[in-house]
């Protein structure tokens, strides 16, 4: 109560609108859970020692499960570049307020919680077998543990580099398409090089980009790519080299 002392008041407690507590000077009870019945609306009431002067707190709901809730571990991937990384998210479905512990073991290490974690999403970069539970409450409530998910990690995908013609026509231009392997992976966007440079990707002044991966140039020169995907970007390793050189115009004379 906010008004005078403590000794003041006198406090009970009613469940779904029926008295649970009788009026007391005790400020605290403990109501152990033990049944789904316990489930409900609890409010309480102070009431100003000889006198009718009442006041009344907010309604507290506590739903008691039946049964202990089950995490849920679901991974965006579950095979990633070296580099690269992941994000796993943790669930519960049963109510909110849960924090999440996380951990993660291999073939041949023991298990080890992730620490200062407690989001339902983390990312990660290394590989490993990933689980995570629920917490809530204090003392803690623990919710059942997930299943496993594994991680693996993969060797740095290689771009690759094609040409429809490695000869400029004059006044024309030809094609070079960028890919990633494996072709499942998606989410690529692909940077251009030049004569080895590799600190500047080209730009539209120096290329038309076309969607797909692909590019027209004008210009001769000695050209590689490579694919970047996320933030920050991780990129792949860089394709094969592709000379394109100019064809000669021939003028005839009589």
């Known amino acids: 109560m906010n008004e005078g002392k403590d000794t003041d008041w006198e406090y009970k407690t009613n469940k779904d609108g029926r008295e649970l507590i009788r009026y007391s000077t005790i400020k605290e009870y403990t109501l152990e859970i033990k049944y789904s019945s316990h489930s409900g609306e609890y409010q309480c009431s102070g009431r100003m020692k000889g006198s009718y002067y009442t006041k009344i707190s907010n309604t ?18 579950t095979i990633i570049p070296v580099g690269g990384s992941v994000t796993l998210t943790c669930f519960v479905q049963s109510s909110d307020g849960w924090k999440y512990e996380w951990f993660r073991r291999t073939q041949t290490t023991f298990e080890v919680p992730i620490r200062g974690q407690q989001n339902r999403d983390i990312r990660v970069s290394q590989g490993g077998i990933y689980s995570c539970r629920g917490t809530r409450g204090n003392p803690v409530y623990y919710s059942d543990r997930s299943d496993d998910v594994t991680v693996t990690i993969t060797y740095k995908p290689k771009a690759k580099l094609r040409a429809d013609n490695t000869a400029v026509p004059v ?41 797909n991966g692909q590019i027209s140039v004008s210009q001769e020169g000695l050209y590689r790519c490579r694919g970047g995907r996320g933030n920050p970007v991780y990129y792949t390793e860089y394709s094969q080299e592709v000379q394109i050189n100019k064809t000669c115009e021939f003028v005839r004379t009589f």
């Open 60 to 77: 507290v709901s506590i739903t008691v499960l039946a049964y202990r809730p089950r995490a849920t571990l679901t991974a965006g991937t």
């Open 171 to 211: 006044g024309g231009s030809v094609t070079l398409t960028c890919s990633v392997n494996p072709s499942s992976s998606s989410g690529w966007k692909y940077y251009w090089y030049r004569d080895g440079n590799y600190s500047e990707a080209l730009t539209t002044q120096d290329a038309v980009f076309h969607s």
